[in-house]
């Protein structure tokens, strides 16, 4: 076994991979770059080398740094994570050129499975069933149209070298295919390096099963299990699960052994995940007539590997470990077994309601659940995360700030855990889709596990349209709230009594909220005898809070629930075992001098690069014309015209770094021309 490996990546899977090496004695080497030098996967390390700028390519995928850091540091072997270099053959090759071990597969297994358009040639050439479409070299976008009208719509297009829903596009129409291509390209091409795709008919509501994979270097080759993967935004996962709901004995068996085939086809080492879409014609309720296409294989460990080791009770990390060094497989096949569910949810720094665009900012507050590691608790889930309160999500890396891992007897108990477990989380700083995750595993589709990756998309309402804390019962809480602070904040001086108590009348304060744009103005009054009588809304009656933890039992009228207020200037958090919700409190003197946003700014959402613009000044647009492309945490972002209008002025160009917030450019509406 190593003495010695250099983790070449960052956040939460560096700490994950440093955790197995401690509890093997194995010592870890951690890079970091300009951006981590405070990062907790530094901590997490027994060293830590700087490698580069805060941009990835100036750091995490320079690897002629890396593995310097590895050869100074006396490294053995080199862990790349996922994303980065993890499915890089050339950085595989460049390490045994080294004389370090890439804890991963051989180059020349990355290389085969790491185009999609090659690996589903080998696919087909083996036999595996593959979804219609074309995987060919010429990348002529005149034929890729021609392809696409060929195969029908929809078609996805998707980047041969990609991943995580990176340079992936779904075209309904034939007109649109052109935007869709030039943009999947420009994504792929600064994601990868390479601009190549491949196009295929669009499954409608397929499911996403995966099958975690490992081989050694003695000819060993087992399935462990599979993984559905289907409820995705943007292409990229939320919520995890393992088993797969309704799979059967005989399908998961023909599944697992398609995969193997797939592995031994490029005589594979290590973990892997051979990813399947399952289409299901005769409904959910029919796994007898599901039929499975091969879509690719990572060639690497995923984010998701978590609930594997929790239906089998392995870590995967130490059989890569163990593989790596030479060792045989820990277990063959018939060894292997699963017991109980478990779910994953990804914690993301983003804005759900708002096309779950990615958020930036800092972890003012970090609470999560406790945890254990590694293991299935029959209580507390595990929580994987490599950031800790107060460090900055910048806009340099994917949005995913941690995962909670739960794992029961039985599909409902896990469910159950993972609602608890979420609604005992609070972050405050930025805008997360921890609500989003709750809404999604209570919705009906989830919870009966109806489900496909098209599963968001039918069920906008419940997801997005719900509210499930009270306007009245959030601002309730922080008028009890603020009146608890006070009081613990009153001197023992009978002239500084706090109760309300006046001589010749009743004491009256007024409190101005603001729930989802809409003003809620909350009145109190305090009574002769010390009480407290609250109106909000229709809402009225006599308001009581006691403390309890880390909030409050709070009583108003016939209403009793538990709450925690979090505040970050005007803005409250409001937590309760339904859910939480954000309220502004306003002070009228303070805004008063306020005059409305300037009309006719379009600004960017978050920090990031201009990476076009799709108008010049003078250009008459139409609602909705796409008018420049943001690019941020690897993904692409379209800023579309509010309304009609003329283009008055471009303020930045293509390359530019932007801040959020800042003007892109100015548009004369029609009516105001």
């Avoid at 973990?271 to 690497?300: K, L």
């Avoid at 599909?411 to 989380?425: E, M, N, Y």
């Avoid at 809480?477 to 603020?482: E, L, P, R, S």
Wanted: charged content about 20%.
């Amino acid at each position: 076994m190593f003495s010695k490996i250099l983790i070449a990546n960052r956040g939460e899977i560096a700490c994950r991979v440093a955790a197995t090496a401690r509890r093997l004695a194995i010592k870890t080497v951690a890079v970091y770059s300009d951006a981590d030098a405070g990062a907790q996967h530094v901590a997490a390390c027994d060293q830590a080398i700087h490698i580069g700028g805060s941009a990835p390519r100036d750091s995490y995928l320079r690897w002629e740094k890396i593995i310097a850091a590895a050869q100074a540091t006396g490294a053995q072997a080199v862990h790349p994570g996922y994303g980065f270099l993890s499915e890089n053959d050339e950085f595989a090759q460049a390490c045994a050129d080294a004389g370090l071990v890439f804890i991963g597969p051989p180059p020349a297994a990355i290389r085969a499975m790491g185009l999609k358009a090659q690996s589903k040639q080998l696919m087909e050439r083996a036999g595996v069933p593959l979804v219609p479409g074309y995987h060919g070299a010429d990348q002529d976008p005149a034929l890729l149209q021609r392809e696409a009208d060929r195969i029908g719509y929809p078609v996805l297009i998707k980047a041969s070298a990609g991943g995580g829903g990176k340079g992936m596009r779904v075209v309904e129409r034939s007109q649109d295919f052109a935007a869709a291509l030039a943009s999947c390209q420009r994504e792929a091409q600064n994601s990868f390096g390479d601009d190549a795709v491949l196009v295929e008919k669009y499954v409608q509501r397929p499911r996403h099963i995966e099958i975690q994979v490992f081989g050694d270097t003695h000819g060993g080759c087992v399935y462990l299990f599979e993984r559905d993967c289907s409820v995705q935004r943007r292409h990229q996962k939320v919520l995890e699960e393992a088993p797969a709901p309704g799979i059967t004995p005989e399908l998961r068996a023909r599944m697992g052994a398609a995969a193997v085939e797939a592995a031994r086809a490029v005589n594979y080492v290590g973990a892997g995940t051979v990813e399947f879409i399952v289409e299901q014609p005769g409904g959910y309720d029919a796994p007898q007539d599901w039929r499975f296409y091969f879509m690719e294989m990572n060639t690497r460990l995923q984010v998701e590997h978590p609930v594997t080791e929790a239906i089998t009770g392995l870590d995967l990390v130490e059989w890569q470990l163990r593989v790596a060094a030479g060792q045989a497989l820990p277990l063959r096949q018939h060894e292997l077994s699963l017991r109980g569910h478990a779910i994953e949810a990804r914690i993301c720094a983003e804005t759900p309601d708002r096309q779950f665009l990615p958020a930036t900012g800092r972890l003012a507050l970090y609470q999560l659940p406790e945890s254990v590691a590694f293991q299935p608790d029959p209580v507390r889930p595990r929580v994987d995360s490599g950031v800790r309160q107060g460090d900055d999500i910048s806009p340099h890396y994917d949005s995913m700030v941690a995962k909670l891992i739960v794992h029961g007897d039985t599909r409902d108990q896990a469910l159950a855990r993972l609602d608890a477990a979420l609604a005992a989380t609070r972050i405050v700083g930025l805008s997360t889709n921890v609500q989003f995750l709750r809404h999604v595993i209570a919705s009906p589709s989830f919870a009966q596990a109806r489900l496909d990756t098209a599963l968001i998309a039918r069920e906008q309402q419940h997801l997005f349209e719900q509210q499930r804390v009270a306007p009245e019962l959030a601002c309730a809480a922080d008028v009890a709230h603020t009146l608890w602070l006070e009081q613990a904040a009153a001197q023992p001086d009978p002239l500084g009594r706090a109760d309300g108590w006046r001589a010749h009348a009743e004491l009256q304060r007024r409190f101005d909220y603001e729930v989802a744009g809409v003003a809620w103005p909350a009145l109190l009054r305090y009574t002769r005898d010390g009480g407290w009588h609250l109106q909000v809304g229709a809402w009225s009656g006599l308001l009581a809070v006691l403390p309890q933890g880390a909030g409050l039992d709070l009583r108003f009228g016939e209403h009793r629930v538990r709450v925690q207020v979090e505040r970050q200037g005007e803005l409250r958090h409001v937590y309760t075992d339904a859910g939480m919700v954000q309220i502004l409190a306003r002070d009228p003197l303070a805004h008063a001098a306020e005059t409305q946003t300037e009309a006719g700014r379009l600004t960017a959402p978050m920090p990031g690069k201009v990476v076009s613009f799709a108008v010049q000044a003078g250009d008459a647009v139409r609602r909705g014309q796409v008018l420049a492309v943001l690019e941020a945490m690897k993904m692409e972002h379209t800023i579309a015209a509010p309304a009609d209008g003329v283009v008055a002025e471009l303020l930045f160009a293509p390359g530019d770094q932007v801040s959020d917030g800042a003007e892109l450019l100015r548009l004369q509406e029609s009516d105001a021309a």
